[in-house]
């Protein structure tokens, strides 16, 4: 495979997932991991993405107010975030983690709305701020420099006492036997506590995440309540939830 090929797949790669792994894009290219180290220096140098230790993230992920050209697929995620608009209801407590899809519903929610709406997520706090009439609650912890969310016992144990009334959990793949999935053992923990915390889980999910896994589970897909795809709910690609006694929007 040229260069030039492999920089696009690792490229596409963290436009999907937002962070990619040195060893997970070695093994998927069949190189080296010093040649994928060496593909993301240059591709960071040209400010295609951002390395970090051991990887590298999206421009659009690791951004407190990112650049609508450097959100991949943004058009999807504002239709996932319009649908996601659906499901709240004026006075209710909600629960955003993490990622640009939600970044974007928050954004959308309107000022009039009366809403609690609690995160780990500091963008989407930042983002909420403007908000007259939502409050904004932070879910506390050790901040995560590459996801931006907070992480650690403290968090944990936040979510241990409250029960929202719906979560929209973003997640990095999902499939529908290996269930939800992330790269980041520390978040998985998070979003497992975020489920716990709520009467109803919902994930809002760019098709193209869709069959993809990554190391460590954080739920079964028939765990979660609602999926939200850019998709029409009868898409062939969907298929394989329609059996699982989740609503497809």
């Known amino acids: 495979m040229l260069k030039e090929e492999r920089q696009q797949f690792i490229l596409n790669e963290v436009r999907i997932h937002n962070k990619v792994l040195l060893t997970d894009m070695a093994d998927l290219l069949n190189v080296s991991v010093d040649t994928v180290r060496r593909d993301i220096k240059e591709l960071d140098r040209s400010d295609q993405l951002k390395k970090v230790h051991g990887g590298a993230v999206s421009l659009g992920f690791n951004n407190y107010n990112p650049i609508g050209k450097k959100i991949y697929s943004l058009e999807k995620k504002a239709l996932i975030a319009e649908k996601a608009m659906s499901l709240i209801k004026e006075g209710q407590i909600i629960l955003l983690s993490g990622g640009t899809t939600n970044l974007e519903l928050a954004r959308r929610l309107p000022s009039k709305m009366k809403l609690t709406c609690f995160t780990p997520s500091l963008p989407i706090a930042v983002q909420l701020l403007s908000k007259t009439n939502i409050e904004t609650i932070f879910i506390g912890g050790r901040l995560s420099k590459d996801s931006q969310i907070t992480i650690g016992g403290s968090a944990i144990n936040m979510l241990s006492e409250i029960k929202v009334d719906i979560c929209f959990l973003g997640t990095n793949s999902i499939h529908p036997t290996e269930g939800l999935t992330e790269f980041d053992w520390e978040i ?62």
Request: aromatic residues 4%; charged residues 25%; positive net charge.
């Open 188 to 249: 998985v923990q998070m979003k497992k506590a975020m489920i716990h915390s709520s009467r109803k889980v919902v994930s809002p999910c760019i098709s193209e995440k869709i069959g993809s896994m990554q190391r460590y589970k954080i739920c079964g897909a028939e765990d979660i309540d609602v999926l939200i795809t850019e998709l029409e709910p009868w898409d062939a690609k969907l298929e394989a939830f329609k059996n699982m006694n989740i609503q497809l929007l």
